[in-house]
């Protein structure tokens, strides 16, 4: 009997075959060499695994009729399949998926490149909304890839101004493939530019999403990535489950911190608090972090090979209005050394939320630059 690789992966999803087992698939044709097995006279011993249910008992023949029907209503709804390779960050993870179902650009899941993920409440405020926009441009601008859930508020806002940039964006969805296999239609974006669009799940129509599932997704948006970004949330709010995921799996979080009245910077506080992220202050400290990580050679912060972003001129420059900002860039012309952000907090008087939110402002019109842990004039 004449089995293709594909089908052959689509009958083993069909029976649960879980990821943490897809060493067993390395070989060429070891999808195939597998399912055969199963059917075999003798049933191969599986750690941990064993097929189950009426699919498995209808036999192979029953079992590959279903799974060229699914094959070919696949194809004709321009669904495809990925198996993360052994070298690709999600077979990297503790709990790897076994087979993704996507739709758009393919090449997004390559590991060339750079990734952000941006996650938060479905609630946000408008100044968190407006952060993320502005930080997401920042990153988009410079050929970062963004990686969320694709849920509404801040995961939307992140996709919708990656792609609203002309930057690329990848959405892991927490729920099933639908039962006709159309493409998921989300708010954040048209389906004009499959090129900048990834958007992909675990869950077929004959593994139904249920409880957990949103939550199960959280770990391949931060395996995908090289750093998440918690921009505003409840101290309940999944985020967390992204930090922790992300931090089981050695890869860098980092938190937005907002004024303590304000019950969406809960997230933020709490991962600070317990480990699962270090203070985010500018979109500019999370680039450089992103970019060296992989960098071969260390450009100054304010490099235009490094950033794409041309700092305006001194003469272009927009007047300082604000008095916080002013105050600030006094302190920071008064010392030719550079202060930290420790050091400014002391001596300007000023609030972590404001500072944080009044060094950014300055960073993104060109009046300061931050290198390394310090701030520097550039006005």
Request: charged fraction near 20%.
């Given at each position: 009997?004449?089995?293709?690789?594909?089908?052959?992966?689509?009958?083993?999803?069909?029976?649960?075959?879980?990821g943490?087992?897809?060493?067993?698939?390395?070989?060429?044709?070891?999808?195939?060499?597998?399912?055969?097995?199963?059917?075999g006279?003798?049933?191969?011993?599986?750690?941990?695994?064993?097929?189950?249910?009426?699919?498995?008992?209808?036999?192979?023949?029953?079992?590959?009729?279903?799974?060229?029907?699914?094959?070919?209503?696949?194809?004709?709804?321009?669904?495809?399949?990925?198996?993360?390779?052994?070298?690709?960050p999600?077979?990297?993870?503790?709990?790897?998926?076994?087979?993704?179902?996507?739709?758009?650009?393919?090449?997004?899941?390559?590991?060339?490149?750079?990734?952000?993920?941006?996650?938060?409440?479905?609630?946000?405020?408008?100044?968190?909304?407006?952060?993320?926009?502005?930080?997401?441009?920042?990153?988009?601008?410079?050929?970062?890839?963004?990686?969320?859930?694709?849920?509404?508020?801040?995961?939307s806002?992140?996709?919708?101004?990656?792609i609203?940039?002309?930057?690329?964006?990848?959405?892991?969805?927490?729920?099933?493939?639908?039962?006709?296999?159309?493409?998921?239609?989300?708010?954040?974006?048209?389906?004009?530019?499959?090129?900048?669009?990834?958007?992909?799940?675990?869950?077929?129509?004959?593994?139904?999403?249920?409880?957990?599932?949103?939550?199960?997704?959280?770990?391949?948006?931060?395996g995908?990535?090289?750093?998440?970004?918690?921009?505003?949330?409840?101290?309940?709010?999944?985020?967390?489950?992204?930090?922790?995921?992300?931090?089981?799996?050695?890869?860098?979080?980092y938190?937005?911190?907002?004024?303590?009245?304000?019950?969406?910077?809960?997230?933020?506080?709490?991962?600070?608090?317990?480990?699962?992220?270090?203070p985010?202050?500018?979109?500019?400290?999370?680039?450089?972090?992103?970019?060296?990580k992989?960098?071969?050679?260390?450009?100054?912060?304010?490099?235009?090979?490094?950033?794409?972003?041309?700092?305006?001129?001194?003469?272009?420059?927009?007047?300082?209005t604000?008095?916080n900002?002013q105050?600030?860039?006094?302190?920071?012309?008064?010392?030719?050394?550079?202060l930290?952000?420790?050091?400014?907090?002391?001596?300007?008087?000023?609030?972590?939320?404001?500072?944080?939110?009044?060094?950014?402002?300055?960073?993104?019109?060109?009046?300061?630059?931050?290198?390394?842990?310090?701030?520097?004039?550039?006005?």
């Amino acid at each position: 009997m004449k089995i293709t690789e594909k089908q052959a992966l689509l009958a083993l999803d069909l029976l649960r075959f879980p990821g943490r087992l897809k060493h067993l698939l390395q070989e060429p044709g070891g999808a195939e060499t597998l399912l055969k097995s199963l059917y075999g006279p003798n049933l191969p011993l599986i750690s941990g695994w064993k097929p189950k249910g009426r699919l498995w008992e209808l036999g192979l023949s029953a079992l590959l009729e279903q799974v060229v029907s699914i094959e070919k209503r696949l194809h004709a709804h321009a669904v495809w399949l990925f198996l993360p390779e052994e070298s690709h960050p999600l077979s990297r993870i503790k709990t790897p998926p076994f087979v993704l179902y996507g739709w758009g650009n393919r090449q997004l899941m390559n590991t060339g490149g750079h990734r952000i993920a941006v996650v938060g409440t479905r609630s946000p405020t408008p100044t968190g909304a407006a952060r993320t926009r502005k930080w997401v441009e920042v990153w988009a601008e410079s050929n970062i890839h963004i990686v969320s859930g694709g849920a509404t508020g801040i995961d939307s806002v992140a996709h919708a101004t990656a792609i609203k940039t002309g930057g690329s964006t990848l959405s892991f969805l927490g729920q099933q493939l639908r039962s006709d296999l159309s493409m998921p239609s989300p708010k954040w974006a048209p389906w004009s530019d499959l090129n900048r669009i990834c958007v992909l799940t675990e869950y077929s129509p004959w593994r139904p999403s249920r409880k957990g599932t949103f939550v199960a997704r959280n770990r391949l948006v931060a395996g995908m990535s090289d750093v998440v970004v918690v921009m505003e949330g409840h101290t309940q709010s999944g985020a967390i489950h992204t930090l922790k995921y992300a931090k089981k799996n050695r890869i860098p979080g980092y938190a937005v911190l907002g004024p303590p009245e304000n019950p969406l910077a809960g997230a933020g506080s709490r991962a600070v608090c317990e480990g699962l992220a270090q203070p985010a202050l500018s979109p500019l400290q999370i680039l450089e972090f992103t970019q060296q990580k992989s960098s071969k050679l260390h450009l100054a912060l304010d490099s235009v090979g490094q950033l794409k972003i041309k700092p305006p001129r001194a003469s272009q420059l927009t007047p300082i209005t604000d008095q916080n900002q002013q105050h600030l860039f006094s302190l920071i012309t008064g010392h030719a050394t550079g202060l930290s952000f420790e050091e400014l907090l002391y001596e300007s008087g000023m609030g972590l939320p404001a500072l944080q939110g009044a060094l950014t402002e300055m960073e993104l019109e060109g009046w300061v630059a931050r290198q390394g842990a310090l701030y520097y004039p550039k006005g």
